[in-house]
Every structure is written in C-alpha cells, then in structure tokens.
C-alpha cells in the first residue's frame, strides 16, 4: 500500500487527474501512469515503484501457490 500511495502523492504534486480506469495499478493502469509529463526524477522512481509492486505481486502469487500445494498435500486436509 506504501508504494500506491507514493505513486498518488507524486501525481497528486504534478497536479495529475485521476486515472480514467478504475484501478490504476491494473492492466490499464501501467500504461496511463506512463503518459503524465513528470520531471525525469520522479518519472523513474513511479517506473521504480511499479516495478516493484510487479515484484510482490508474483512473490504473493508464489506463496499463494505454495500454500495451496501445502493444504493439498496436509494428510489432515484430505480426510476431513
């Protein structure tokens, strides 16, 4: 949340409009966030902070995984 909330705060300096997607840290989103004109600085820490919410989204998608491979496996699970 830390990271989304930079990203707001740089836009909200700039005077950025809100994203016309809902979301903008979804699909569309990435892709918005590249358009506003930002001084080069700030330009590079949003691309920074995006590229790091990538990140943690796949390590979340890599423990989601391994937690469901865990319960399936749990001899516990699969008797109840």
């Given amino acids: 949340m830390r990271l989304k909330n930079e990203v707001h705060s740089v836009l909200h300096t700039y005077l950025i409009p809100r994203c016309p997607a809902a979301y903008p840290f979804g699909r569309?989103?990435?892709?918005?966030?590249?358009?506003?004109p930002l001084p080069m600085e700030e330009r590079l820490g949003v691309e920074q902070r995006l590229r790091e919410l990538d990140r943690l989204g796949e390590d979340l998608k890599t423990i989601d995984r391994l937690l469901g491979e865990a319960v399936v496996s749990n001899p516990a699970v699969q008797h109840s």
């Avoid at 569309?28 to 506003?36: D, I, N, S, T, V």
């Fill in 28 to 36: 569309k989103g990435p892709r918005w966030l590249a358009e506003p």
